[in-house]
């Protein structure tokens, strides 16, 4: 990693998180990746490695429902899906972790989604 890219910058960001963010049983991962057109949103426990919850603005409810908003609507409609799926497993409370991204625009309306639909982190 020596070449300052914009990924590895992010890349050495996430490692730094991840170092104390760690999802267990009670208090599961939710992590957030954003790529030029799409987010993704997935709830993991890491005692095990398997994912709980995930969503995306890829599946179909979602990309019919926004196809004419803005992505960073789309994101929230994102973190509300994960909220409700992580409401209907049984889990309440979660970890967050943005994965190197800065929190603002779609990582932050993601978690105000899932906050709105009732998840506490």
Same mark, same amino acid.
């Given at each position: 990693?020596g070449?300052?890219t914009?990924?590895?910058?992010? =890349?050495r960001?996430?490692t730094? =998180?991840r170092k104390?963010?760690m999802?267990t049983?009670?208090r599961p991962?939710l992590?957030?990746?954003?790529? *030029?057109?799409?987010?993704?949103?997935?709830i993991?426990d @890491?005692?095990?490695?398997c994912? &709980?919850v995930?969503a995306?603005? &890829?599946?179909? @409810?979602v990309a019919?429902? *926004?196809?004419?908003?803005?992505k960073v609507?789309k994101?929230?409609m994102?973190?509300?899906?994960?909220a409700e799926r992580?409401?209907s497993?049984? =889990?309440?409370?979660?970890v967050? @972790?943005?994965?190197g991204?800065l929190?603002?625009?779609? =990582?932050?309306?993601?978690? @105000?989604g899932a906050?709105?639909a009732g998840?506490?982190?």
């Amino acid at each position: 990693m020596g070449v300052k890219t914009k990924s590895n910058q992010r =890349i050495r960001r996430k490692t730094r =998180i991840r170092k104390r963010v760690m999802g267990t049983v009670e208090r599961p991962r939710l992590s957030v990746f954003r790529s *030029a057109r799409h987010i993704y949103a997935q709830i993991i426990d @890491d005692t095990c490695g398997c994912t &709980l919850v995930a969503a995306s603005s &890829l599946e179909t @409810d979602v990309a019919q429902t *926004a196809a004419e908003k803005k992505k960073v609507d789309k994101a929230v409609m994102v973190g509300k899906l994960v909220a409700e799926r992580a409401k209907s497993k049984g =889990i309440e409370k979660v970890v967050f @972790d943005r994965n190197g991204f800065l929190y603002h625009g779609r =990582i932050k309306a993601v978690s @105000d989604g899932a906050r709105e639909a009732g998840l506490q982190f």
